[in-house]
């Protein structure tokens, strides 16, 4: 059996797996990258960075972006549209600074599970 759903109920439904999900990231800096913040989980890993410098916003493609493709069969570009209007709403990420970029295990996010 077959669900169909129209894009304005899809984009909803995965606003509302991003929010229970990934919607209470707590904002961490970094002496080490004083040019960046970063969204870490509850347990400490970080899965979104803002680099302030450049405005460039990069998320964990395999804990956030892939899953989105992956659990709700959507596009590369439907995916960012819709990342992009759930980091506006949810964290104020400034416009200017996405789409986001995915981006695989960043080697310095593997330095940073001590970030003072």
Not at 74 to 100: A, V
């Amino acid at each position: 059996m077959n669900i169909i759903i129209d894009r304005p109920q899809l984009v909803r439904v995965v606003l509302l797996y991003l929010n229970k999900s990934f919607g209470n990231l707590t904002q961490k800096t970094s002496p080490k990258y004083p040019n960046s913040v970063f969204y870490v989980d509850s347990n400490g890993e970080v899965l979104m960075e803002y680099e302030k410098e450049n405005k460039d916003f990069y998320i964990e493609y395999p804990q956030l972006w892939n899953k989105i493709n992956y659990l709700f069969s959507i596009g590369h570009f439907d995916t960012e549209q819709i990342l992009e209007n759930w980091l506006i709403n949810t964290y104020n990420i400034e416009k200017s600074s996405l789409p986001p970029i995915p981006v695989g295990r960043r080697t310095r996010w593997n330095r940073l599970s001590n970030m003072n």
